[in-house]
């Protein structure tokens, strides 16, 4: 084993989003790759917005994806008194004070600085307070923050194993705070601490977190602390390039999984969303991206998530994944549309498996295989009404229909060529082309005019059934509605 771990830390303050699972994704790939362990760490110190169902939701998602973690999840409010002691270590050595400045006295500052387009700097008014004055706002009952003495000078270099070395002058930056007035540690604060006691080599996570690097290798060189490695994955936009979000359809892993995408298919196209392999390859299982998987092939450019691509992936999967995986991923669909009821027997597993298998091969997700399977399981159903323009009102469907169903009574073996040499038979006797017989059958045994293979199809719900319909299907013609 490596020293490598790497962790994936979401606050619970809402569903896993398909930018999340990929930085989980990553920070996986990564460890896999090299042979190091995989931390999962809930950053749950913003009490106001965290909530235990979304870290629920979150380990739910997680897990779905088989995005699976070595260690963990550890959380972030479970540690508040370590955070409380290093914070004080650090007024003691001198490297950080209490601040006494409420927001309205900081407010005239802050106020110009947007006047000036200018960014915020504290102005550490509190840096060098006396122990007079320190008393007297004590005695006064002031709740204090605790500041961060940052160097007046000098520049903070930041090791980015994807953007390379970047540079920060310490002016830009002022003394900020790391302890809230509440006792909370500030999330730089905290994600420092968390990264040390976890032994974290490589912090891997979104780019909209490029900027708090120089805090935060501030704060570890204050705590005296060695420093991770950086990495900070690209964006990923919408197919118009705007900030991906709701109106762009799903964009959170649950509404993925109900919409009926596989998990293999997900995991397979955020590989994708700014890292490729070598050659061209596209479809690869977790395993085999990670065998190839390497921090300085990630993209520094934004990633464009394509809806078309993933969804072509995903019916990709769905055809050529193990029958016995996605009829039990198909299971929760068909029962939600009241298609199955669980616990199946094995007739009605045997059944729903032929159903599968030739259904998936048309279908891109579960949903939409899932409605269309319908008539292999509800007898009554609607007919599509141009297709009975074109089939049912034509002059002698319903004699066509009434010989198709006395013909399918005599057949015993439910096989596709017994049904296709049914038809073959029965077209002579008709004197009619095969063409001919098969739109018609097919409305009178699907209410469409689309699907499977006609003879499959009947196949699978047998001769009987068959026949049932034709023959329900000449009393709708005959009904003249
Ligand atoms: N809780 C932070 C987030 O969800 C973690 C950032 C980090 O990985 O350092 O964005």
Known sequence: MSNVRVRFAPSPTGELHIGGARTALFNLLYARATGGVFVLRIDDTDLERSRPEFTTGLLESLRWLGLDWDEGPYKQSEYLEGYRQEAERLIAEGKAYYCYCSEEELKAGREEARRRKKPYLYPEKCRDLTADRLKRFQQEGRKPVIRLKIPRDGETVVTDKIRGKVRFDNCNLDDFIIMKSNGLPTYNFANVIDDERMKITHVIRAEEHLSNPPRQQLCALALGYSLPYYAHVPMILAPDRSKLSKRHGATSVEQFRQEGYLPEALINYMTLLGWAPEGDREFFTMAEAAAQFRLDRVNKTA???????????????????????????????????GLVNPPLNSEQMGYLEQVVELVRQREKNLLDLTRASSYFYNNH????????????????????????????????????STFSNAYKEIAKELQLSIGKLMPLSRLALSGRTMGPELFDMMAVLGPEKVSARFLQAVAYIDAGS
């Not at 993933?310 to 669909?333: C, K, Q, S």
């Not at 007919?383 to 005599?410: C, N, S, W």
């Open 303 to 337: 990633a464009v998530y394509d809806t078309a691509k993933l969804t072509w992936m995903n019916g990709h999967y769905l055809r050529e994944g193990a029958l016995d995986r996605i009829v039990a991923l198909a299971i929760p669909f068909f029962e939600a549309e």
């Open 381 to 416: 159903f609607d007919y599509d009404p141009k297709g009975v323009k074109k089939h049912f009102r034509r002059e002698g469907a319903g004699q066509i229909l009434r010989a198709l169903a006395a013909k399918m009574k005599t057949l015993s073996d439910p096989e596709p």
